[in-house]
């Protein structure tokens, strides 16, 4: 086994062996949208809404443990928008910005359960053979709806959406354009007029990386999903790789997981904490005119 | 834009997906706003204001005994400036009245007194009275012995008369 491990040179890492796009369940006709990460996000979808429903059904003052559970996600996700947006604007940002920290931590964390991205069709050696557990599936079943592009940045321009209909709300369309391109900083007199065009351009690139913004955002949590589930594959696969034995590479399985196992669990609060705070940041910078001066 | 498409292609960004994936978004948002954003919020903020209310309470409570301490300490007070006033005009209606009856005492003594004199003296007087008539009533049949002749009723009344002169004297 030793020898096996020494003989670096010799071993082939497959370390993207997960596919960087989702994979349809058919190829042609209406359901060919439905992918394995769509299907990931429809059953994320549905735990949420039972997790809710659970909590929320019957809401008392005194509340039950699950009410007690979702009052907390929320009271915490709340106080947390109302410390960056501030309290005006906190009602108004708060439902988009719990639905993104909910669903994006809960689609996180279901990428983690056993049989994402292992379970699938057309198991390797199979023809096309349903729940290829034995092998790696050519058609994982499950694949982490965040390690999609498409979900990413869905949410990314859902996000861009209600940042544009907030900031014109509270700060409306000549706030906004003033915020953007005017000078800052209290300049008067001929100071401030020689400094119109470099605000002008600064304000050029403020709009490109508004544009750029859905990009950032989708792509960040994208590549860090995507990265840990691939590297979550590879210390899976990193016995095979070694040509270690069947029962040595059984346990290398879980002794090589087991810890970016738990670095993937903190990976996925993380992204969901920051994809949120990222669009409470930009709303917050767009609205908060109040203490500027122009 | 085709460079852009083929970055998005390539990082399996497809219109129908993209659309599928939005609309989950989309009712994930509808299910939280409908089930957790208004009974949560509303329930937290139920919390929160019978909280306010609690703590509202607890201050006028507080505020309320505090005032009750005060109107408590005002009446103690009160009360002992009325039991010290009491007192001292019990103190002083009882040196008052031990004046009062030792004036009364001392006036019935002086009266007890004057009126034994009185008596003493109109004892005495009825005492020299009748001294006055036996030792008369004496003179008159000493008289009359030494004399030897009976004395009228003027001469008995003069010789009283005397009599009663000399002891008089």
Redesign the interface.
């Known amino acids: 086994m030793l020898s096996s491990i020494g003989d670096l040179s010799n071993v082939t890492f497959h370390l993207a062996a997960v596919?960087?796009?989702?994979q349809p369940f058919v190829q042609t006709g209406f359901l060919?949208?439905?992918?394995n990460?769509?299907f990931v996000?429809?059953i994320?979808?549905t735990v949420?809404?039972l997790l809710?429903?659970a909590?929320?059904k019957r809401?008392?003052?005194i509340?039950s443990p699950m009410?007690n559970g979702?009052?907390f996600l929320?009271?915490f996700v709340?106080n947390q928008v109302e410390q960056v947006v501030g309290p005006k604007v906190a009602p108004r940002a708060?439902?988009?910005l719990?639905?993104i920290f909910?669903?994006v931590l809960f689609a996180n964390w279901f990428g983690l359960l056993p049989g994402v991205g292992t379970i699938g069709f057309g198991a390797e050696g199979t023809q096309m053979g349903f729940f290829g557990l034995s092998q790696e599936p050519e058609t994982p079943l499950l694949r982490p709806a965040t390690a999609?592009?498409?979900?990413t940045?869905?949410?990314a321009?859902?996000s861009l959406v209600v940042w544009f209909y907030i900031t014109m709300r509270e700060a409306g369309p000549i706030e906004f354009l003033k915020h953007m391109f005017a000078p800052k900083g209290g300049l008067t007199g001929f100071l401030k007029w020689a400094l119109v065009p470099i605000f002008l351009f600064v304000g050029l690139i403020e709009v490109v990386s508004i544009i750029f913004r859905p990009a950032t955002l989708s792509l960040r949590l994208?590549g860090n999903v995507f990265a840990g589930e691939s590297l979550l594959h590879a210390m899976q696969t990193l016995g095979d790789q070694f040509g270690l034995g069947t029962v040595a590479s059984f346990i290398s399985k879980i002794v090589f997981t087991l810890p970016f196992f738990f670095l993937e669990i903190l990976v996925g609060v993380l992204q969901a904490t920051v994809f949120a705070l990222l669009c409470a940041v930009y709303i917050q910078l767009s609205t908060a005119h109040d203490e500027e001066d122009h | 834009m085709g460079e852009i498409g083929k970055v998005l292609s390539g990082l399996g960004v497809y219109w129908t997906n993209f659309i599928a994936q939005v609309i989950i978004f989309l009712i994930v948002y509808m299910i939280l706003k409908k089930f957790a954003f208004g009974p949560i919020m509303a329930i937290l903020e139920e919390r929160r204001k019978r909280i306010e209310e609690t703590e509202a309470d607890r201050e006028k409570i507080k505020a309320q005994l505090a005032d009750s301490e005060t109107v408590a300490q005002a009446k103690i007070d009160e009360a002992n400036e009325t039991a010290a006033r009491l007192i001292a005009e019990a103190k002083e209606s009882a040196a008052a009245l031990a004046e009062r009856e030792k004036s009364r005492a001392t006036q019935e003594a002086q009266d007890i007194i004057a009126k034994a004199n009185e008596a003493t003296r109109l004892e005495r007087e009825q005492q020299l009275a009748g001294l006055k008539k036996d030792f008369g009533r004496l003179v008159i049949n000493a008289t009359g012995k030494v004399t030897g002749k009976v004395l009228t009723s003027e001469d008995q009344d003069k010789i009283n008369q005397e009599t009663a002169a000399e002891l008089a004297n």
Request: hydrophobic share 50%.
């Open positions: 596919p960087i796009s989702a060919s949208f439905l992918t990460s769509i996000a429809l994320v979808m949420i809404f809710v429903r909590g929320t809401p008392t003052l509340p009410q979702v009052e929320f009271d709340y708060f439902p988009l719990c639905t909910v669903y999609d592009m498409n979900l940045l869905g949410i321009v859902c994208f």
